[in-house]
């Protein structure tokens, strides 16, 4: 019971710490590789904040639930290894917190962009260190695909997220014209990237096709790729109302374009990407807590 029990937990704590992962990683890349001066912008802003705490809560809450449910040290229940891992996190969390206020006090170039890009790899470590992907005999392939998955999967959902905050908030819709067409093409290298690299994590984890057709890691493996399938549908569908929605701001007012609808199903499309994003998301933590047979 203990162990279902832990089991649901840290599938729980994932979910928390992919999220809030999403949420600051996604912005600060936003931020970077769209739009420097969004740094100004409120709603983005409070995107990082809740990403910080939500990552806070995730690294608090594996060592408390082990805690909670078996007793006993820290230094037993935790690995090392997770453990600096979890430590190393929090450290890069303060920092961020502290940094924030600065972060957003200019357009984020120059040392800004360094520092934004350090923090989201090194949390991105933090993340990989914990799985097991360090270990057994392509740990080096497997630690930099992962890291590459991580890295890319909160590019593209952050920037979404970022996207859709803008859509609905904003009256004054140039910035928009200009944002779409960017995160587009962010879009066109992180989904290929997320793919690719899910395949050869899939491939190396499972071990052999026959472990994959037949073990419970096979069947969540397979509803997370058909749900990733139906987002690259639905992703397809988005970046064409994304160059509609570019195009019009371009050439119409945006009066016109309001009653066009079109930046409406824009922001349908992608909150319907979004929910199987979040769908896709429990799915992973759900893997890993789900080991192939060997």
């Given amino acids: 019971m203990n162990g279902d029990l832990f089991s649901s937990l840290l599938g729980v704590d994932r979910v928390v710490t992919y999220v809030g992962y999403v949420l600051l990683g996604g912005t600060l890349m936003f931020w970077t590789l769209v739009w420097p001066n969004g ?120 920037g979404l997220v970022a996207i859709i905050a803008l859509l609905a908030a904003r009256d004054d819709l140039e910035e928009p014209e200009r944002l779409i067409p960017r995160f587009s093409r962010v879009t066109m290298v992180s989904v290929p990237a997320i793919a690719v690299t899910g395949i050869v994590d899939a491939s190396v984890v499972a071990g052999s096709v026959t472990t994959l057709a037949t073990s419970t890691y096979g069947l969540v493996l397979l509803i997370k790729v058909g749900l990733f399938a139906l987002m690259l549908a639905v992703s397809r569908r988005g970046r064409y ?54």
């Fill in 39 to 158: 740094r100004s912008e409120r709603r983005l802003v409070v995107l990082a904040a809740i990403g910080t705490g939500m990552m806070a809560l995730g690294a608090l809450l594996e060592p408390l639930a082990r805690l909670a449910i078996d007793g006993g040290p820290l230094d037993y229940l935790v690995s090392q290894r997770v453990g600096a891992a979890l430590l190393v996190r929090l450290a890069a969390l303060a920092a961020m917190a502290f940094f924030l206020v600065d972060l957003a006090a200019a357009a984020v170039v120059g040392w800004r962009r360094l520092i934004a890009w350090v923090v989201v790899v090194v949390l991105a470590g933090s993340i990989v260190a914990e799985s097991d992907v360090l270990e057994g005999r392509l740990a080096m392939m497997t630690t930099v695909t992962t890291g590459v998955h991580v890295l890319a999967a909160a590019t593209w959902l952050g």
């Fill in 241 to 294: 109302h994304a160059t509609k929605t570019a195009f019009l701001l371009r050439y119409e007012t945006t009066t016109k374009v309001r009653e066009i609808g079109v930046i409406r199903s824009l922001n349908t499309v992608m909150a319907t990407e979004l929910v199987l994003a979040l769908v896709v998301l429990a799915a992973t933590s759900i893997l890993v807590g789900v080991t192939p047979p060997p």
